[in-house]
Nanobody
Framework: QVQLVESGGGLVQAGGSLRLSCAAS????????MGWYRQAPGKQRELVAS???????YHADSVKGRFVIARDNAKNTVYLQMNSLKPEDAAVYYC?????????WGQGTRVTVSS
């Protein structure tokens, strides 16, 4: 059974950078579109960025120009490079398929941004 395990979150000052990683098990990773989602307290979970099996990417307007999603199919890993972090980026970040599989939500990784 495929598992998705997020890592890389932490505390960073505004303007700083973090790189999140999501390691997936299973041999079909390269065939799936993957996404990074986030949920801030009191808000709905939202899609931040996605990457298709072809490598085509999507970034939400709120992160465009600051975040970059990438994937390494040889490592079954999807990354989210986050630069110029803002306090409003603070959230728990999750990876999942696009569209998301309800049973594949993991623990996520928390990003805290201090102003």
């Amino acid at each position: 059974q495929v598992q998705l395990v997020e890592s890389g979150g932490g505390l960073v000052q505004a303007g700083g950078s973090l790189r999140l990683s999501c390691a997936a098990s299973g041999s079909t990773f390269r065939l799936n579109a993957m996404g990074w989602y986030r949920q801030a307290p009191g808000k709905q979970r939202e899609l931040v960025a996605s990457i298709a099996s072809s490598g085509n990417t999507y970034h939400a307007d709120s992160v465009k120009g600051r975040f970059v999603i990438a994937r390494d199919n040889a490592k079954n890993t999807v990354y989210l490079q986050m630069n110029s972090l803002k306090p409003e980026d603070a959230a728990v970040y999750y990876c999942n398929y696009v569209p998301p599989a309800p049973l594949k939500w993991g623990q996520g990784t928390r990003v805290t941004v201090s102003s």
